[in-house]
């Protein structure tokens, strides 16, 4: 798995359009080119790739700004009040990113070195923000299986509770971490009745619920609920503008007046207070009036790519409808081969016989997740005409692949001179 996330990472690189190119002048690298018209460029990377909207750029143009530091951008704090409102909690406060939304939460939850936080193994607080809880909170991590549709085995969750309060040689748990949606499970929107529970049994054990919500607008869209029906079960929720809302930067974190007043502190210790930061979350505020009908269109977008894939019937890829629930398509691949990295270089690369058949020229850039799976995420960049192509695409690469098979060739992709 972390040879295929290695190779996601340096697929990642060198891949995008110079500044200033259009969305269709991307050229993988190597790849001979289709004469006559550039390819188009399809990328479900991720939700990160996203370039501000026209809405987005003239807002930021027009910002009011001041010293957010000294609470005096008004950009800013009509933001921060936006937020906190839409969350339904009393206050909130602008971050660069919602990674350091999420290490400040558990700074202000944790303040005994030494607390325990629990939460997924596959959770992205846990896998992929460097251990940011151990080496800046000194806070113990305590990872517990994660079922298929993100959420925990609460009877598990709650003897390991019991069990730290019962020995004096536990590190003593203070924090329950949820991930809404959850990236690793595809993007599962976890269920209201869970956060019900999981905030029961915090309660019953003195514990603080906090929600890396990066993606909780894609859940309330979803289970088609305001995004405070969801956060009525958190003391605290992380809320990213940089991800399917498609700002360019920034994140709020949200809860009670007191918590927020020490989250402050906690920005201003991680050298995230920024000053005339009224540019960014002038865009960050577009991204949240857009939200409802940016991201309807993106889950739909994900699902009708889920379904080609579905009524290809190909023995190379499949995948689970039932956890296509917002944005992501996890791409269960067969076999031994193609690799999810040699699929992926398949994908994006662009010859001559694609041209060919097909009469496009398309290249689709994909995530190599882990050793069995490729995963494509759909943002605002995306359109349904893009979706076709990249539907179309891999069917293309799916039959040229299981011609090669039935040869019992291996193709290479046309990158390294092959078809």
Known sequence: MLAARGAGAALRRGRLPAAGAGAGAVQPRGSPRPAGRPPRTVDLRSDTVTRPCAGMRRAMARAAVGDDDYGEDPTVNELQRLAAGMLGMEEALFVPTATMANLIAVMCHCQRRGAQLLLGRDAHLHLYEHGGAAQVAGV??????????GTFDLDQLELTIREAHGSRYHPRPELICLENTHSSAGGRALPLAYLQQVRGLADRYGLRVHMDGARLMNAAVAQDVEPARITRHCDSVSLCFSKGLGAPAGAVLAGRREFVAEAWRARKLLGGGMRQAGVLAAAARVGLEQATATLRRDHDNARRFAEGIQELNSPLCSVNLVAVETNIV????RGGWPSPTELCEHLQAVGEEELAETGQAVSVLLFPWSAHTVRAVWHRDVSARDTELAKNKL????????????LGLRPTPPSAGGA
């Not at 069917?395 to 090669?404: I, T």
């Open 140 to 149: 113990h991590s305590q990872a517990l299986p994660d079922l298929p549709d």
């Open 330 to 333: 996890m791409v269960s691949i």
């Open 395 to 406: 069917e293309f690469v799916a039959r040229k692949c299981q011609e090669k098979l039935a």
